[in-house]
């Protein structure tokens, strides 16, 4: 992929992108030297590496990666002979090898899901003992401490001790009364490192000692008393020795680093690979990209994908005081930083079948042709430079050797070449590298010349392209390139649709039909008077008239085909849902089948055993009763047993097997006493489909029983009730379309009625639209006493556009 490609794409913004969420300046650098891969195997690494990290994130909220410095070359220095490190640089080489020591600790603790990651920190070095060792010797602010060495230590308590003597003495003379005239004000000051007072200059000569200074108006000598000149003398010696201590200190420290070369630079070039990876895992966050599937075989398919560059909305922001003093002179007092927010963006689908090799958009001007040529160069650019893509899950894209473009106006006035020049120059160089697993990019291919020579000189081009096995897609007005795709297998035509009401461009890429450049309906648009476009119509011909009403027919006829698709497949998962929910609906038979008999068996034993206890008692009382009490012990022997009778009924007589059944009869079916209407028999088999309510049910005939005309009357009714009051109760809601104060009763209600029915879920369809009526909804439900819990649908199922909601 060469670097023109690039620019034309503006892979350069990407890198841009990146920068902003780096947090150190090897992760930087990795993001301005980004380059794309041209290995399958290595671009699936990068990308997984990406999607660990943003799933990582997710949960963690952040890893401790903040705080890398840029030490790189200061550490390389170490090699040279009696190099010393300052304790600024030795403070920075601390914090960098404190952040490494965090990150590696991090990823130990986090579960063994995430292997690329666990792999790259891994390989990190901890070096202990010297990030000890420089924490113990330099402070937060680069200063040298005490704790440094023994010998620093004692050093600054004699200076400190000397300083208090020194001053005790300073503060003695100018508290003397006889001395009060002489200072000009009572302070003690430093000249040249030494303790000095400030005299009147007129007093001068009163207190003997070393002048070492004057103001500037010449009013004010400072005078070191001879009194502290030897403790001066003596400051000044230990002063040399605290800085040739901290020197020794610094060169020791610094032969540490150099000892450890090969293991810190190790550290840094893992921390900035990591921090790219940061990058992209936030950039990937903010465009709410996904990871895209990978092919050798040259097939696209990318569905709802959106540019990255026209979702970004760029905004400056002025530097803080800290942040300026890094900036080098002349540089910027503010950073351009960029949102993703643009929800104005048009998403399209971008699809190359592996048996097409070569895509021909045709259509309006400003209707996006341009863009989509530039959104499958740019994202396919990203993809393979590990960066995920702005489009919905499962899309795929192809991995090419490289890429070649030929976009915009490359006219060169300097150079001496027009437009057309300057993209034949362009297209010479990309057909002499054109091959197999290349893709080509062309943009208005044959323009800017004769349009009948330059629609030849274009198929001869694209016949150029397809012979040495590149994939390429163009854009074009031409319409000899628009019959090209019906005349040759491999090529597609596609269109930018042209909204025949508004008269304006919707965006929308259409496949299998070219498109008309409705160039006389955008320059009304713009302005061009009505009388204007009538007179340019006029002089259209009549075989130019009839390609338009074709084309048109066309586009209604392809528009019709999309609703009608979109409806099956709708239905489809319509489908898919009642399957699942008649699914649901008999484990839930199951299920409470085996609950009653549970039931039954409980209850059962427990009146066996009252029984059983009754009888005995029975039994003991008439052998020590007389004739008398006999007849009152045959009464409570006949209680006992209608209380048997009363728990296990044998008065039912066993319903008739059932031999024959017609479409419309009554049945039950035995096991949970559903009643139902047979939809369809099979007589020979002895089998039967039940309609129960929403749910269609397969079974013997066995497993039925007969309902009875006078049963049927009451179930009907019964069902007839149920109807009125309930409204046919279903586990799913639609109130897409309601305004908030229509929305929120219906869901009150339908959550009234779950609880009714005892459904453990609902689902409340409410669409994606501005999010004000899910985020209303979702707050409804946040206060509602019989929700348990809320969350979005599965992508498949709605996704965003649906809430499931869990009934307490």
């Not at 839930?588 to 009146?607: C, F, H, P, T």
Request: glycine share 6%.
């Amino acid at each position: 992929m060469d670097e023109h490609t690039l620019r034309v794409l503006e892979f350069e913004k990407i890198r841009l992108f990146l920068r902003q969420f780096a947090t150190s300046e090897p992760g930087k650098r990795r993001c301005e030297r980004l380059f794309p891969s041209r290995q399958t195997e290595e671009v699936k690494i990068w990308l997984r590496e990406v999607g660990e990290l943003r799933e990582i994130i997710g949960v963690e909220g952040d890893i401790p990666i903040h705080g890398v410095k840029d030490i790189e070359e200061i550490v390389e220095k170490t090699r040279v002979e009696n190099f010393t490190l300052t304790s600024k640089e030795l403070l920075d080489i601390q914090c960098t090898l404190e952040v490494a020591r965090r990150v590696k600790r991090f990823f130990k603790r986090v579960k063994d899901d995430f292997p690329r990651l666990r792999q790259i920190t891994e390989n990190i070095v901890i070096l202990d003992d010297l990030e000890k060792k420089i924490r113990n010797a330099v402070g937060s602010q680069g200063e040298i401490l005490d704790a440094a060495s023994a010998e620093l230590r004692e050093i600054r308590q004699r200076i400190k001790h000397l300083r208090e003597k020194i001053r005790q003495t300073l503060d003695s003379l100018l508290l003397q009364a006889d001395m009060e005239l002489v200072f000009q004000e009572r302070f003690v000051t430093l000249r040249n490192n030494r303790y000095v007072l400030p005299v009147k200059s007129e007093y001068k000569n009163y207190l003997p000692g070393i002048v070492h200074d004057q103001s500037q108006s010449r009013a004010t000598f400072f005078i070191e008393p001879l009194s502290i000149v030897d403790s001066n003398n003596e400051l000044s010696l230990l002063i040399q020795d605290e800085a040739n201590e901290e020197m020794r200190i610094l060169s020791e420290l610094t032969g540490e680093v150099g000892q450890r070369i090969s293991d810190i630079l190790c550290d840094i070039d893992l921390m900035g690979r990591l921090d790219l990876i940061y990058a992209k895992a936030l950039l990937s966050e903010k465009l709410q990209a996904v990871e895209p599937l990978l092919n050798d075989q040259g097939k696209i398919a990318l569905s709802q994908c959106r540019h990255p560059i026209l979702l970004s909305t760029a905004k400056k922001v002025t530097l803080s005081e800290e942040s300026q003093e890094t900036v080098p002179a002349g540089g910027e007092s503010s950073l351009t930083l960029y949102d993703f927010d643009n929800v104005r963006v048009v998403p399209v689908d971008i699809r190359m079948e592996e048996t097409t090799d070569t895509l021909i958009i045709t259509g309006a001007n400003a209707g996006g042709k341009t863009v989509a040529l530039k959104t499958l160069g740019l994202l396919t650019a990203m993809a393979q430079a590990g960066i995920h893509i702005p489009a919905y899950p499962a899309s795929e894209l192809a991995v090419f050797h490289s890429i070649f473009a030929d976009i915009g106006d490359e006219q060169n006035i300097e150079g001496n070449l027009s437009t057309f020049s300057a993209h034949m120059v362009r297209i010479n160089a990309i057909l002499k590298e054109a091959g197999h697993n290349v893709l080509v990019l062309l943009d208005e291919l044959g323009s800017g010349t004769d349009p009948s020579e330059g629609a030849a000189l274009a198929i001869a081009i694209l016949d150029h392209l397809r012979e040495k096995g590149a994939q390429s897609v163009i854009t074009t007005h031409l319409n000899l390139l628009k019959t090209y795709a019906y005349t040759h297998g491999g090529v597609e035509n596609v269109s930018v649709e042209f909204d025949p009401v508004t008269l304006r461009p919707t965006f929308r890429l259409i496949y299998g039909i070219p498109g008309m450049s409705n160039a006389l309906a955008i320059a009304g648009n713009l302005g061009i008077s009505p009388q204007i476009i009538k007179e340019a119509s006029r002089y259209l011909k009549e075989a130019d008239r009839q390609i338009i009403h074709l084309m048109q027919g066309l586009q209604e006829k392809q528009r019709s085909l999309e609703i009608k698709e979109a409806e099956m497949v709708q239905l489809k998962e319509m489908t898919v849902q009642y399957q699942d929910k008649a699914q649901q609906l008999v484990e839930l038979i199951r299920s409470q089948k085996e609950k009653i008999l549970s039931d039954y068996e409980a209850r059962a034993k427990g009146v066996v055993r009252e029984v059983e206890e009754e009888l005995k008692r029975i039994i003991a009382d008439a052998k020590r009763s007389d004739k008398a009490q006999l007849e009152e012990r045959r009464k409570a022997s006949r209680a006992v047993k209608e209380k048997i009778a009363a728990h296990f009924d044998r008065g039912k007589t066993k319903k008739d097997v059932i031999k024959e059944l017609e479409v419309g009869q009554r049945v039950r079916l035995a096991d949970v006493k559903k009643g139902g209407v047979v939809i369809r028999a099979d007589n020979a088999l002895r089998k039967a489909e039940i309609q129960i309510g929403n749910v269609r049910i397969r079974a013997s005939f066995k497993e039925l029983e007969l309902v009875e005309e006078k049963e049927a009357r009451e179930e009907s009714a019964d069902t007839s009730w149920r109807k009125i009051t309930t409204s046919q109760p279903s586990s799913q809601i639609n109130v897409i379309g309601m305004r908030v104060d229509e929305a929120i009763p219906v869901v009150e209600k339908a959550i009234d009625r779950a609880l009714l029915n005892g459904f453990s879920e609902l689902e409340i369809i409410h669409g994606i639209g501005t999010g004000r009526l899910r985020k209303a909804i979702r707050e409804y439900l946040k206060e509602h006493s019989s929700v348990k819990e809320f969350k979005s649908g599965e992508s498949k199922k709605g996704g965003t556009g649906v809430t499931i909601v869990e009934i307490k």
